[in-house]
Structure formats: C-alpha cells, structure tokens
C-alpha cells in the first residue's frame, strides 16, 4: 500500500487541511500506516498535480490561508483500481522474535527489559484502541445507528483491538519463558 491510499481513505472519511489531515494519522490511521507530517504534505502536492485530490484554498482571519483537500474523481479511481488488486500475504520481520531465539546464546536479562518495554508500550496501545471504542462506538443502540463507514472503522478498531490482546498475550508468555530460562541458568560465578 502506498501513503496515497492511507491518504485517499482518510480524505473520502472527512475532507479537509493537510494539519488536519496530519492530527488523524497521529491518532488514528497512523497506528495502521505511519508517516510523517512532512510526508503527508509532500503526497498531497504530488497528489495535487496528478488530480486525484481537489484543493481549495480558505482564507483565516489574521493567519495565512490553508489548503483544504477532497478526493477528485481521479483520485477515486486511482482508490478503486487500488481495491480491486489481490492482497499477497505480508512477509513477516520481527526483530524482537530473532532477538528472543537469540537469547538461548546469552543472558536473557536485557532482553526481558526489552520485552517488559514492548509490553508497556501495547498495554498504552491497547489502552488507547479501547477508550477510542468507548468514546465512539459504544452507547445504547450504537450499533443500529452505525453508517457503513463507520461500520468499517469499527471492525478495523476490532481487529487492532484483537492483535494488541494477541500481542500482550505472547509478549507475557515470552516473559514467563524467559524468566523460567534465567531462573534455571547457574548464576555466573566471578572471575579470579
């Protein structure tokens, strides 16, 4: 996927200024796709000059004038065409699962900092997905009341939701394995 998809989606969910744009990914989007402000902007200007977004500039009171974006119907197709191609499985790279095979060949005590660290930074993930569910999509009948796009954020919410417990799962039992592995280790005797 590239950032002009990311872009496109947002765009279609609610039109606006490339700050505002911004704010989404670093609340929202940005926990599925990340990118910089910086980037943000200099796609919007490529995206600009290839038609697949409408800009139209709004005067501020006592403040430069901002760009406010919508997608074009060039950039609707582009989306289209982008949603009909086959999705190929993602390879997958982790660093923490060589680093926690690796640990077998030295002293798994950095490393159960490291997973401890891991594990505070998807608790506060998980933490964040569930008060996002709370603030938007929970209430008496919130689900009856839900357009399809909303729907979709949700599901999309969901399965964040769903991976974070998965991780903070494995992150615990990787944990209890390494501590079990120090545990049994003979405590290194000091040298001469």
């Known amino acids: 996927m590239a950032l002009e998809h990311a872009i496109l989606v947002s765009l279609l969910e609610k039109p606006g200024s490339g700050y505002e744009l911004a704010r989404r990914f670093d609340r929202s989007i940005g926990y599925f ?3 910089t402000h910086q980037q943000i902007y200099r796609v919007l200007k490529r995206m600009e000059g ?5 800009v139209h500039e709004v005067s501020q009171q006592g403040k430069p004038d901002k760009k406010h974006y919508s997608v074009a119907a060039a950039g609707q ?4 065409d982008w949603l009909h191609e086959p999705i190929e499985p993602e390879s997958v790279r ?3 699962a060589v ?3 690796g640990a077998a060949f030295d002293d798994p005590a ?4 490291q997973v401890e660290r891991y594990h505070q930074l998807h608790s506060e993930r998980l933490a964040h997905y569930l ?3 709370s603030r938007d999509f929970t209430g008496p009948d919130a689900s009856a009341h839900l357009d399809d796009m909303q729907e ?3 599901v999309v919410l969901r399965g964040g939701i769903a991976y974070e417990r998965m991780t903070l799962a494995w992150l615990e039992d990787v944990l209890a394995t390494l501590r079990r592995i120090q545990a049994a280790r003979p405590a290194e005797r000091p040298g001469p």
């Open 110 to 113: 950095a490393l159960i900092r």
């Open 131 to 133: 008060a996002g569910e």
């Open 94 to 96: 982790h660093d923490l």
């Open 50 to 54: 290839d038609g697949w977004v409408d």
């Open 99 to 101: 680093k926690i095979r």
């Open 152 to 154: 979709l954020q949700h």
């Open 77 to 80: 197709a582009a989306l289209s």
């Open 33 to 35: 796709w990340t990118a």
